[in-house]
């Protein structure tokens, strides 16, 4: 199983990024995707996931509005994170991570059965 992310950038506050995690390996739908980020000296957060199976959604709670998960729909093995309206404290690196045959949604980091090497956002003022 390889999970490989793109999209990272240094952008100015203010601006958009659209991160991509394709996800290869697994042999069929019925995993989660889920976006986490780790700013410098700060603990992994969860941000959002995604079911692949049914496409529902589930964000933490600080994370609505200005943060999308997504699928594509031509290509099932990649999922997407829109981030708006960037802010310095959104610089980090931001990890996909994969879990197996998800009972629920959720973005406690133990449940995730595989991770990317992460991409880095960096915002500047």
């Known amino acids: 199983v390889q999970l490989v992310e793109s999209g990272g950038a240094l952008v100015q506050a203010g601006g958009s990024l659209r991160l991509s995690c394709v996800v290869s390996?697994?042999?069929?739908?019925?995993?989660?995707v889920a976006w986490f980020r780790q700013a410098p000296g700060k603990e992994r957060e969860g941000v959002a996931c995604?079911?692949?199976?049914?496409?529902?959604?589930?964000y933490a709670d600080s994370k609505q509005g200005r943060f999308i998960i997504s699928g594509d729909n031509q290509k099932k093995n990649t999922v997407y994170l829109q981030v708006n309206s960037l802010k310095l404290g959104d610089t980090a690196v931001y990890y996909c991570?994969?879990?197996?045959?998800?009972?629920?949604?959720?973005?406690?980091?133990?449940?995730?059965?595989?991770w990317g090497q992460g991409t880095r956002v960096s915002v500047s003022s």
């Open positions: 991570a994969v879990e197996l045959r998800p009972l629920g949604l959720g973005l406690n980091p133990a449940l995730y059965d595989y």
């Open positions: 390996g697994l042999p069929d739908n019925d995993y989660a």
């Open positions: 995604f079911s692949r199976a049914n496409s529902n959604l589930y």
